[in-house]
């Protein structure tokens, strides 16, 4: 072997060319020039700022590995009717980067359509049997680290902003690149997500009447969205199947590798990780808890109530046996809310009050519930503020009464804060709590109001703590899958009821005793006693149901609760009529659904009758007087009572409403259909015949009364007359019903005839009115007696 030195002076000729300059850099690496001078957040994906550009890049060094991408709403648009609110999750993707020649692209996968199996060759039958979706394409920048520039990725529309405009029809919105920015403040990286804040600005030629009230200018509406990039969790969590009877929400697949005879549609239950430290049945310490934070930003005593409420949910917990498993605490300072390890319970602020929400970021692989994400809107305890005002508006001692309705307001936050964490533990709405002595907090309730010692009390207005159909569920959905048969007994044996949205929230769902707003085991006689503290609220209303500051055309706002105080129960009275019972609680050969028993189906047509009369829906003379018109710049909002009076409140006018929405419960097509088709089977049943007889008699035949119930009553009937001419209309009313419709008619409008011809020349107009009315609109189909309705106030959310 022959030695060859290098000479010195080669080697320092060489040795200054490792030291390159920064230009050497860039012409060798512009990758590394890019990440030199970038703000730079490293955690989960490593995001680089470049300030001068304005770009944003992102590291490429977790290719073909699935990760979870979702949308929210830092910032809110404010308004209820929009649904655009601070908080709100977006659709959860599952996706991955995957590498193609200099490109990089965003592949979301197809989570709806697997193979569980082992064969490789199964699954990959099924990924190339369904469309998967490239939501993204960049070029990567050379250099030894890979980045590539997002900011078309991220500066777009992936929330679906523009789209729910458009649906809530407020104008044709299109994303505006050219005023859309990054926001380098929210560019974040963690230990489990990565979060990139964008501010996206849409502009449209016209605006809607919802996006003019809460938008400076609302031509160009500015949303701040925010991208988050989620790390799926680790193994370990197990699986548990969705049983209808869990009480639990699910997500669902189609498994192609199932076996002919098992199902191939798969459901899990959303639930989080929870771990014993000692496995089993028996009481444990757990391995990490499932801890919830409170937004600092919801000011005392509201904050306080969130607390006391939320926490709640550790008796469910203790009692399935995870000792310390469940905790609530403040947000401490310095934690970021924006990190996926932090379960959040947020306080947000909208125009008008609205709904509140619980929702979850979730593993669409296994049902793992990885962030929980409640959303509480602050205008809400005002409204139950509101309602307490106006049922101690009587109370003599006024102090006694102020803080009677502090207390029910923070008595609802309560519920309300358990009610939201229940859906973020994985839970579904139980409408048929609520006749079950009140087992669930996830219902919803009205507050509970009554008459002792000849005083309104409002001293209990709602539940304090979870009820037993909520331990059960906790033990259900976490507890050791051993015990799930007998759990599914024991809600038998207690008699407990579950029914869910399915079959509850619309005015034609056809369960007996699945309502919202609704209390009581038996819903007519709750009816009746709701009616008695409604009508003594009315009689003793005044201003003092006002706040101290508030001028005296305010009144009539505080009234609107009160007037429509049953609102609710009518609607849980009324599904009685052609109403069902049925379980979703599978066990033997004889389960069967059946219609309520006619004896009970004629009570509730009895007592829903008795709140139509003028007696149930006139109002005193003094208040009327007192709600007087309101005052200087004071405006109507959507919460006030209509009139066809001017700026005058219109008893008449509220006695339409309240009658209009009890005639419109009693003749829902679907309710007549059950109705017409229960009769068909059972002749002892209720028939349509009877219905509709029964309800002329205590409307169209009544002799008309003196006074202030004469209008009442003459506006009574002309809304009878027409909700029974939509119903004949409506494409939803089966043809044997609309047969019977129309030879009730026949013996109506000779009923009506008859009393055009006598009485004083006003009756007799009214009743030619009504019978004219009828015959043209039997005619035709866009005639209505009363042509433009006054719209009811809006109930939902109380």
């Given at each position: 072997?022959?030695?060859?030195?290098?000479?010195?002076?080669?080697?320092?000729?060489?040795?200054?060319?490792?030291?390159?300059?920064?230009?050497?850099?860039?012409?060798?690496?512009?990758?590394?020039?890019?990440?030199?001078?970038?703000?730079?957040?490293?955690?989960?994906?490593?995001?680089?700022?470049?300030?001068?550009?304005?770009?944003?890049?992102?590291?490429?060094?977790?290719?073909?590995?699935?990760?979870?991408?979702?949308?929210?709403?830092?910032?809110?648009v404010?308004?209820?009717?929009?649904?655009?609110?601070r908080?709100?999750?977006?659709?959860?993707?599952?996706?991955q980067?995957?590498?193609?020649?200099?490109?990089?692209?965003?592949?979301?996968?197809?989570?709806?359509?697997?193979?569980?199996?082992?064969?490789?060759a199964?699954?990959?039958?099924?990924?190339?049997?369904?469309?998967?979706?490239?939501?993204?394409?960049?070029?990567?920048?050379?250099?030894?680290?890979?980045?590539?520039?997002i900011?078309?990725?991220?500066?777009?529309?992936?929330h679906?902003v523009?789209?729910?405009?458009?649906?809530?029809?407020?104008?044709?919105?299109?994303l505006?690149?050219?005023r859309?920015?990054?926001?380098p403040?929210g560019?974040?990286?963690?230990?489990?997500?990565?979060?990139?804040?964008?501010n996206?600005?849409?502009?449209?030629?016209?605006?809607?009447?919802?996006?003019?009230?809460?938008?400076?200018?609302?031509?160009f509406?500015?949303?701040?969205?925010?991208?988050?990039?989620?790390?799926?969790?680790?193994?370990?969590?197990?699986?548990?199947s969705?049983?209808?009877?869990?009480?639990?929400?699910?997500?669902?697949?189609?498994?192609?590798?199932?076996?002919?005879?098992?199902?191939?549609?798969?459901?899990?239950l959303?639930?989080?990780?929870?771990?014993?430290v000692?496995?089993?049945?028996?009481?444990?310490?757990?391995?990490?808890?499932?801890?919830y934070?409170?937004?600092?930003?919801?000011?005392?005593?509201?904050?306080?109530?969130?607390?006391?409420?939320?926490?709640?949910?550790?008796?469910?917990?203790?009692?399935?046996?995870?000792?310390?498993?469940?905790?609530?605490?403040?947000?401490?300072?310095?934690?970021?809310?924006?990190?996926?390890?932090?379960?959040?319970?947020q306080?947000?602020?909208?125009?008008?009050r609205?709904?509140?929400y619980?929702?979850?970021?979730?593993?669409?692989?296994?049902?793992?519930?990885?962030?929980?994400n409640?959303t509480?809107?602050?205008?809400?305890v005002?409204q139950?503020?509101?309602?307490?005002?106006?049922?101690t508006a009587?109370?003599?001692?006024?102090?006694?009464?102020?803080?009677?309705?502090m207390?029910?307001?923070?008595?609802?936050?309560?519920?309300?804060?358990?009610?939201e964490?229940?859906?973020?533990?994985?839970?579904?709405?139980?409408?048929?709590?609520s006749?079950?002595?009140?087992?669930?907090?996830?219902d919803?309730?009205h507050?509970?109001?009554?008459?002792?010692?000849?005083?309104?009390?409002?001293?209990?207005?709602?539940?304090?703590?979870?009820?037993?159909?909520?331990?059960?569920?906790?033990?259900?959905?976490y507890?050791?899958?051993?015990?799930?048969?007998?759990?599914?007994?024991?809600?038998?044996?207690g008699?407990?009821?579950?029914?869910?949205?399915?079959?509850?929230?619309?005015?034609?769902?056809?369960?007996?005793?699945?309502?919202?707003?609704?209390?009581?085991?038996?819903?007519?006689?709750?009816?009746?006693?709701?009616?008695?503290?409604?009508?003594?609220?009315?009689?003793?209303?005044?201003?003092?149901?006002?706040?101290?500051?508030?001028?005296?055309?305010?009144?009539?706002?505080?009234?609107?609760p009160?007037?429509?105080?049953t609102?609710?129960?009518?609607?849980?009275?009324?599904?009685?009529?052609?109403?069902?019972?049925y379980?979703y609680?599978?066990?033997?050969?004889?389960?069967?659904?059946?219609?309520?028993p006619?004896?009970?189906?004629?009570?509730?047509l009895?007592?829903?009758?008795?709140?139509?009369?003028?007696?149930?829906?006139v109002?005193?003379?003094?208040?009327?007087?007192?709600?007087?018109?309101?005052?200087?710049?004071y405006?109507?909002?959507?919460?006030?009572?209509?009139?066809?009076?001017?700026?005058?409140?219109?008893?008449?006018?509220?006695?339409?409403?309240?009658?209009?929405?009890?005639?419109?419960?009693i003749l829902?097509?679907?309710?007549?259909?059950?109705?017409?088709?229960a009769?068909?089977?059972?002749?002892?049943?209720?028939?349509?015949?009877?219905?509709?007889d029964k309800?002329a008699?205590?409307?169209?035949?009544?002799?008309?009364?003196?006074?202030?119930?004469?209008?009442?009553?003459?506006?009574?009937?002309?809304v009878v007359?027409?909700?029974?001419?939509?119903?004949y209309?409506?494409?939803?009313?089966t043809?044997?019903?609309?047969?019977?419709?129309?030879a009730?008619?026949d013996?109506?409008?000779?009923?009506?005839?008859?009393?055009?011809?006598?009485?004083?020349?006003?009756?007799?107009?009214?009743?030619?009115?009504?019978?004219?009315?009828?015959?043209?609109?039997?005619?035709?189909?866009e005639?209505?007696?009363?042509?433009?309705?006054?719209?009811?106030?809006?109930?939902?959310?109380?």
């Amino acid at each position: 072997m022959i030695r060859r030195s290098i000479p010195l002076a080669l080697l320092l000729a060489i040795a200054p060319a490792t030291f390159l300059s920064d230009a050497a850099v860039a012409a060798s690496d512009p990758a590394q020039k890019i990440i030199k001078q970038a703000q730079t957040s490293e955690g989960f994906i490593n995001l680089f700022y470049d300030a001068k550009a304005g770009q944003l890049y992102l590291e490429a060094n977790k290719l073909n590995q699935p990760f979870l991408m979702l949308t929210s709403l830092p910032h809110g648009v404010g308004s209820n009717d929009i649904g655009l609110d601070r908080g709100q999750l977006g659709l959860t993707r599952m996706v991955q980067f995957e590498q193609h020649g200099p490109y990089l692209i965003l592949k979301q996968l197809n989570t709806d359509y697997r193979a569980s199996s082992d064969n490789v060759a199964e699954q990959q039958a099924v990924t190339q049997a369904f469309a998967e979706s490239i939501l993204w394409r960049g070029k990567l920048v050379e250099g030894k680290k890979a980045i590539v520039a997002i900011n078309d990725l991220v500066i777009n529309d992936l929330h679906g902003v523009a789209d729910v405009l458009e649906a809530r029809k407020q104008g044709q919105y299109r994303l505006d690149p050219e005023r859309s920015v990054i926001l380098p403040e929210g560019i974040k990286s963690f230990e489990r997500n990565a979060d990139v804040d964008v501010n996206l600005t849409f502009n449209t030629s016209k605006a809607g009447k919802q996006v003019t009230e809460v938008t400076p200018d609302a031509k160009f509406l500015s949303v701040r969205l925010r991208y988050s990039f989620v790390q799926l969790p680790d193994e370990g969590f197990e699986p548990r199947s969705y049983h209808p009877m869990s009480g639990y929400l699910s997500d669902q697949y189609i498994d192609y590798s199932a076996a002919v005879d098992q199902p191939h549609v798969k459901r899990h239950l959303l639930k989080h990780r929870l771990q014993k430290v000692t496995p089993g049945d028996t009481p444990s310490q757990v391995v990490e808890p499932i801890v919830y934070y409170v937004d600092p930003g919801a000011p005392e005593p509201i904050r306080g109530a969130l607390l006391a409420g939320a926490r709640w949910w550790q008796d469910a917990f203790t009692a399935a046996g995870f000792i310390d498993g469940f905790k609530v605490e403040l947000l401490p300072e310095g934690a970021d809310p924006q990190d996926v390890r932090y379960n959040m319970i947020q306080w947000v602020h909208r125009a008008t009050r609205g709904w509140s929400y619980g929702a979850a970021v979730t593993d669409p692989r296994t049902g793992e519930i990885i962030k929980g994400n409640v959303t509480l809107g602050s205008l809400r305890v005002r409204q139950d503020h509101l309602i307490a005002r106006g049922l101690t508006a009587g109370w003599p001692d006024r102090q006694a009464a102020s803080e009677a309705a502090m207390a029910l307001s923070l008595a609802r936050i309560r519920q309300l804060a358990a009610h939201e964490i229940g859906h973020t533990l994985g839970l579904a709405h139980n409408f048929a709590a609520s006749t079950n002595n009140d087992a669930s907090v996830m219902d919803y309730p009205h507050p509970y109001a009554s008459i002792e010692r000849d005083q309104i009390d409002i001293s209990q207005p709602y539940r304090e703590g979870i009820g037993e159909w909520d331990k059960y569920t906790i033990a259900y959905g976490y507890g050791s899958p051993t015990q799930t048969d007998s759990l599914l007994a024991s809600t038998l044996e207690g008699g407990f009821r579950y029914i869910g949205e399915a079959d509850s929230r619309q005015a034609s769902a056809s369960h007996a005793y699945a309502s919202l707003w609704d209390r009581g085991n038996d819903a007519v006689a709750e009816l009746q006693r709701l009616e008695t503290v409604r009508l003594k609220a009315i009689a003793e209303f005044n201003s003092d149901a006002l706040l101290a500051t508030d001028p005296k055309g305010e009144l009539a706002d505080v009234f609107v609760p009160i007037y429509l105080l049953t609102r609710y129960q009518i609607e849980a009275a009324a599904k009685w009529i052609g109403g069902a019972d049925y379980s979703y609680q599978q066990v033997g050969s004889g389960v069967r659904w059946s219609y309520l028993p006619p004896k009970m189906q004629l009570a509730a047509l009895d007592t829903l009758l008795s709140s139509l009369q003028s007696r149930s829906l006139v109002i005193p003379t003094n208040v009327v007087q007192a709600l007087v018109p309101k005052a200087g710049n004071y405006r109507k909002t959507r919460e006030s009572f209509g009139s066809n009076l001017g700026v005058i409140s219109d008893p008449a006018t509220m006695a339409e409403m309240l009658s209009r929405h009890i005639v419109r419960v009693i003749l829902t097509p679907e309710r007549l259909n059950r109705v017409n088709q229960a009769y068909m089977e059972d002749s002892s049943q209720l028939s349509v015949v009877k219905l509709i007889d029964k309800l002329a008699a205590a409307s169209l035949y009544q002799d008309l009364p003196n006074g202030s119930e004469l209008v009442v009553q003459m506006r009574v009937n002309t809304v009878v007359v027409d909700a029974m001419l939509a119903a004949y209309r409506d494409v939803k009313t089966t043809p044997e019903v609309k047969a019977q419709l129309a030879a009730r008619f026949d013996y109506i409008v000779k009923q009506l005839k008859r009393r055009s011809n006598r009485g004083s020349d006003y009756q007799s107009a009214h009743y030619d009115w009504l019978y004219k009315g009828i015959m043209k609109g039997l005619e035709q189909p866009e005639f209505t007696l009363i042509s433009k309705p006054v719209a009811m106030p809006p109930g939902s959310p109380i």
